[in-house]
């Protein structure tokens, strides 16, 4: 592999942050750039000044949809370190949907030491207050200025980054979530357990349908009997029983979620019986009535643990807490932030530490 090319822009201003940050609102200086051609393989990988991208009309992406990403963030700690959150598993994830789609794998050491290397050349974006965070958004996408139907003979990755605010600015609240039957998000064997952009954009309607009804997230059921959970829209799903605590086992329709996979590491250290499983509806509901259903929670980057106050199916409301967070959750959400932080030692190898680099500015 090549050596990485820097193209550095000096900042003369100094960096201040909105008192609301927000999420993927704001960007940093510089975004890291990587080609793919059959010849050449994956060459020129570049850390330069942010920029637009040039299309041609006829690229691929814009036509069949071959575009896959991460979502991963950077923290600073207590002692003012810089450490990103397990990103070898998320480029292993992102390999995973680049087979899917007929993408190119990326060399996940290499793609590491381009990742700790932009965030290193943009540290001073991370925000350091507790929940804040820097957003890393990996993506790839075929780059052929060709009609066709066919894998692209070109791509592009992308490393972008945006520095985000606490999911939760005004304390750790739960969320109101509709289970969906309308439509589906996507079908075993088909891309569902693939970070594409398709999935988000078969999504959309629903979710937006769902706020207009005054939810803030739409829980989805399988594709083929509609009677299984599965995820919700930007997070995998928790129930927790009185005895159990559970979550949809892997079946194909159903992201591997990064946070998911830590939190049943977690629960399971604490000695809790965790399960992977099926789980329908009926179940969910009859548990509820029979008063055996503790609550549900969420999983996912963004949120780290989302706390589910009130799920809705069809004309079934149910109230979980009062309303009020559920304790499990507080409980797994202020676990992961003080890891992410160093608040607590990290023996899991979960934080990659990024060392500040000195280039030379253009």
Not at 162 to 170: F, I, M, N, R, T
Not at 304 to 310: A, E, F, L, T, V
Request: charged share 25%; aromatic share 10%.
């Amino acid at each position: 592999m090549e050596q990485i090319k820097y193209i550095i822009k000096e900042r003369t201003e100094k960096i201040v942050f909105p008192k609301n940050l927000g999420f993927g609102q704001i960007f940093t200086d510089h975004i890291f750039e990587m080609d793919y051609t059959k010849d050449k393989g994956w060459h020129n990988p570049t850390i330069k000044p942010l920029e637009n991208l040039q299309m041609h009309p006829a690229m691929s992406v814009i036509h069949y949809g071959q575009s896959i990403f991460e979502g991963l963030k950077a923290f600073k700690t207590l002692n003012d370190e810089v450490v990103i959150f397990r990103p070898d598993v998320h480029m292993q994830r992102l390999n995973n949907s680049a087979k899917r789609i007929c993408m190119p794998e990326v060399d996940v050491n290499f793609a590491l030491e381009a990742l700790k290397e932009l965030v290193a050349i943009d540290s001073d974006w991370i925000p350091a207050n507790r929940g804040e965070a820097l957003y890393i958004r990996p993506f790839m996408f075929g780059t052929d200025p060709a009609l066709g139907v066919r894998p692209s003979f070109d791509y592009k990755l992308v490393f972008l980054l945006s520095p985000v605010g606490a999911y939760y600015p005004e304390g750790f609240k739960p969320v109101k979530i509709l289970i969906q039957d309308d439509y589906v998000r996507a079908v075993r064997k088909g891309l569902g357990e693939c970070k594409t952009s398709a999935n988000y954009a078969a999504s959309l309607l629903a979710a937006q349908e769902a706020n207009k009804m005054g939810f803030t997230q739409v829980l989805w059921l399988d594709g083929v009997e509609q009677k299984y959970l599965e995820e919700v829209g930007t997070m995998n799903i928790f129930i927790q029983f009185k005895d159990e605590i559970t979550t949809p086992k892997l079946n194909g329709s159903i992201l591997p979620g990064v946070t998911r996979r830590s939190v049943i590491q977690i629960l399971k250290e604490w000695g809790m019986n965790v399960t992977e499983r099926d789980i329908s509806i009926d179940e969910v509901i009859s548990a509820y009535d029979k008063g055996n259903l503790v609550g549900l929670f969420g999983t996912g980057t963004a949120a780290i643990i989302s706390s589910i106050g009130w799920l809705t199916y069809k004309d079934k409301n149910m109230t979980f807490n009062n309303g009020q967070p559920g304790e499990l959750d507080l409980k797994l959400f202020n676990e992961l932030t003080a890891i992410h932080r160093r608040e607590k030692e990290d023996t899991h190898g979960w934080l990659f530490k990024v060392e500040k680099k000195v280039v030379e500015v253009d």
